[in-house]
């Protein structure tokens, strides 16, 4: 993926926001086609990690998802693969929220987006906070045509930030109309952010899921999830390449 630092002065324009502001260059917010592919790639399988293990004692209370995967677990893998065990933590507790409904969906496959989309929240030096807020928080370019969709403003600012024209936002880059869609607390805060990666990770589960048929244990369920995130067949490999990378990390003999 190609990344471009712009000006955020356009966002900050319109909404007044604590801190500086990283915008970027995105191949399509989430249910948005792709820019058309010059090439259509070779398209490998996607490869299905291993489940995460569950804490051996989650708080009953009903926790924060990203306190469901065992912290063992996540310290151990997030050294195998580079994720930061923050994002790791989020990945892997949504996955496992996911095992007792029809789904399928894996924590390596959540990650391998939030690769794509902004380096598990790390993009151009950012960083995941304890809490799960992307500082600073996350805009995408204007989603005004050309090399991206064209979608006109529909929030006026208020998840966006830009009062004009939407734009992507968060670690997985959810677009306003998705987000309000599919707006989760998965952190048990009682606030709903899409710059939280907890809350993001969790509507981004729960709209893949839909898109792939609930059926994301299956290749063909699992590609449908995937170019209904973004339509381009460079992001699905892309995709794929960072999940199964991390899969094999994990286990690389399965």
């Known amino acids: 993926m190609r990344v471009v630092l712009i000006s955020a002065a356009g966002v900050l324009a319109t909404v007044a926001v604590v801190g500086a502001i990283v915008a970027f260059t995105l191949p399509g917010g989430v249910g948005l086609p792709g820019r058309p592919d010059a090439e259509s790639p070779s398209i490998p399988l996607a490869r299905f990690a291993t489940a995460a293990p569950v804490s051996a004692a989650p708080d009953p209370a009903g926790p924060a998802l990203s306190a469901l995967a065992d912290p063992a677990w996540v310290a151990a893998t997030a050294r195998k693969t580079g994720i930061p065990p923050r994002a790791l933590a989020a990945y892997a507790g949504v996955a496992i929220s996911f095992e007792s409904r029809p789904c399928g969906i894996g924590w390596n496959t959540l ?22 807020s992307a500082i600073p928080p996350i805009f995408g370019i204007p ?26 936002v968060g670690p997985m880059q ?36 839909r898109a792939g048929g609930k059926a994301l244990d299956t290749e063909s369920g699992w590609r449908k999830a995937v170019l209904a995130y973004n339509g381009s067949n460079r992001y699905l490999v892309d995709v794929i390449r960072y999940s199964t990378g991390y899969a094999r990390d994990v286990d690389p003999v399965k």
Do not use: M
């Open 174 to 209: 959810l677009i306003p109309e998705t987000w309000r869609n599919w707006h989760a607390d998965g952190n048990a805060d009682g606030v709903q952010d899409p710059q939280n990666i907890d809350d993001a990770t969790l509507a981004a589960a729960s709209y893949l899921c």
């Open 143 to 168: 989603l005004s045509g050309g090399a991206v969709a064209n979608i006109p403003d529909s929030d006026k600012g208020a998840i966006d930030g830009d009062a004009t024209i939407d734009r992507a």
């Open 111 to 132: 990650a391998g987006i939030g690769e794509v989309e902004s380096r598990h929240g790390t993009i151009f030096g950012g960083r995941i906070a304890a809490n799960g």
